[in-house]
């Protein structure tokens, strides 16, 4: 069952990711450039008021959103993938191939409708090759990241399970998975 509910909240946060990319793609070059310009300023408020001088330029503000964008719904994704196998095959699948074998061209064509198709006929807007490969940049770091903790969690997984099995435990190989 705990398959099932983390498959449908990794579905679902891709999903959403997704509708928040093409949706602010939708808006008009003015509407998004304002958008971007009141999140500029809550993030300069934030570091002036932690005491860090200096600003952050309202060109790395829309490329980091892009790069982060892209790095969650590449790591949701991901991981949809690996409980989409785990669920529906009883497959047990190696996260870091086949996550990534399915998530980054998933996320390469997600990134080119965006900036061909959606940006290209959008009045104000237009598509620059340079913000897809900043998406496949943050999707690439998505997988490693969903990687990286997938790793970790077996690996702890594991080795709890390995001191109750020591410890005259019942837990079986075949239970982990």
Aim: aromatic share 10%.
């Amino acid at each position: 069952m705990k398959k099932y509910i983390i498959l449908s909240v990794c579905a679902l946060v891709a999903l959403i990711v997704l509708s928040f990319i093409w949706g602010n793609s939708a808006q008009t070059g003015q509407s998004s450039g304002a958008l971007s310009a009141k999140v500029q300023e809550i993030i300069n408020d934030i570091l002036h008021t932690v005491g860090i001088r200096g600003s952050v330029s309202h060109y790395f503000v829309r490329k980091a959103a892009h790069f982060s964008e892209y790095m969650v719904f590449s790591a949701a994704s991901a991981l949809a993938v690996v409980y989409l196998f785990r669920v529906f095959f009883k497959k047990t699948v190696k996260v870091s191939l086949l996550s990534a074998l399915i998530a980054l061209p998933m996320s390469a064509i997600v990134a080119l409708t965006d900036e061909f198709v959606i940006q290209a006929n959008t009045a104000g807007r237009g598509p620059r090759l340079t913000d897809v490969l900043i998406d496949l940049g943050g999707a690439a770091t998505g997988v490693l990241l969903a990687i990286a903790a997938a790793y970790v969690f077996y690996a702890v997984r594991h080795r709890n399970a390995n001191k109750n099995a020591a410890a005259g435990g019942e837990t079986s190989a075949a239970g982990l998975h």
